[in-house]
């Protein structure tokens, strides 16, 4: 392993204010995603949709990093140019995603284990020799009725430190992504006291299984209630319990913490991340910075509507949602920019 090159790569993911944009949907979410806009579920529609994406002029300069999916990254432009090639000209690093996806655990009614541990060695080397710097695995956590179970936390913090050392091993920065979900009922604090649990367990076995902590990036949820919780939070709450909440459990280490956006909406993903920048960027030993998919892409998606007339439209609509969350880095986001 040579670590200052994994070192050198997590900054480099976290540095100069900009931040990841996830790309990585899995064929089934891709589709259900057009599905819902009445786009054709198509190989030829999922690569016109990446090529708008990765060809959007300017994307570079908000965003450091791309997840791309097991078909996305060996896909071209229509012209014949390798996307990696296209990223990697924009100066944006290229990433992917390793997990088969989560699926139901055994003897444990309503929770989920990922999988993509066996065979994961020789992919990630194949991944490596493409061009790929980095990679992703995500673990679902459920809040609700008795659940999440200790052995449902713990397998899943289990595979992400498997996962996240055999990255390091082939040279792959690991993006260890243990997502506590928005759906359900349960309140902000409930949500506090999971995301603290998860995290504690994640680099407990982080620490185990001796991955590198400087050079592997964390991409948590934010601290939110359910989202059928009569209470919602305000700005603030979230900011100030996703920061505690961090504070108690992330080794000052990490060279960054990168939020997924779970289904909020780019707005308020981005105040939400302003906020934490604006009141404690001088307190924090890690950069907070984002690794949106919905939060970024979403608005594109409606406008591109599977059209090839409105390709500069979504493009510029993509580049608006990552400007603002650049700026939500600096703490200088505002509703203004969302006119602009
Ligand atoms: P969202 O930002 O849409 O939650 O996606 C992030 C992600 O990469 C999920 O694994």
């Known amino acids: 392993m040579n670590a200052q090159k994994l070192i050198d790569t997590a900054k480099a993911l976290v540095a100069d204010n900009k931040g990841l944009l996830a790309m990585d949907e899995s064929n089934p979410t891709c589709n259900k995603r057009f599905a819902k806009l009445n786009i054709p579920q198509t190989v030829d529609a999922r690569r016109a949709y990446r090529e708008l994406i990765v060809t959007t002029p300017g994307l570079g300069e908000c965003i450091s990093g791309a997840i791309l999916y097991d078909e996305t990254i060996r896909q071209e432009k229509k012209d014949g140019t390798p996307f990696l090639k296209v990223l990697t000209d924009a100066g944006i690093i290229p990433g992917i995603k390793v997990d088969t996806g989560a699926k ?4 444990h009614p309503g929770e989920k284990i990922t999988e993509g541990l066996d065979g994961l060695r020789d992919r990630l080397a194949e991944y490596y ?15 609700g009725d008795g659940i999440p179970s200790r052995s449902c936390v713990e397998a899943n913090a289990h595979a992400l430190a498997r996962y996240a050392a055999l990255c390091q091993e082939v040279g792959l920065v690991p993006i260890v992504e243990p997502e506590v979900l928005m759906d359900g009922n349960h309140t902000l604090e409930q949500c506090r006291v999971t995301t603290e649990e998860v995290l504690r367990s994640v680099f407990n076995q982080l620490n185990s299984q001796r991955v590198l902590l400087e050079g592997m990036i964390l991409k948590p949820n934010m601290v939110l209630p359910g989202l059928t919780c009569p209470m919602q939070a305000s700005v603030d709450e979230v900011a100030n319990n996703t920061v505690k909440s961090l504070w108690r459990t992330v080794p000052a280490a990490v060279p960054g913490i990168a939020f997924l956006s779970g289904g909020q909406s780019g707005e308020l993903a981005s105040a939400r991340l302003n906020t934490m920048n604006l009141r404690f960027n001088s307190r924090l030993p890690w950069a907070l910075a984002f690794s949106f998919a919905r939060a970024i892409q979403q608005p594109a998606l409606e406008t591109w509507q599977g059209k090839e007339a409105n390709v500069q439209a979504a493009q510029r609509a993509l580049l608006q ?11 200088e986001y505002n509703a203004e920019m969302e006119k602009t």
């Open 104 to 107: 139901d655990m055994a003897a």
């Open 321 to 331: 949602r990552a400007r603002c969350n650049r700026a939500a880095r600096r703490g």
């Open 129 to 143: 020799q493409m061009g790929a710097r980095f990679a992703k695995w995500r673990a679902v956590i459920t809040i």
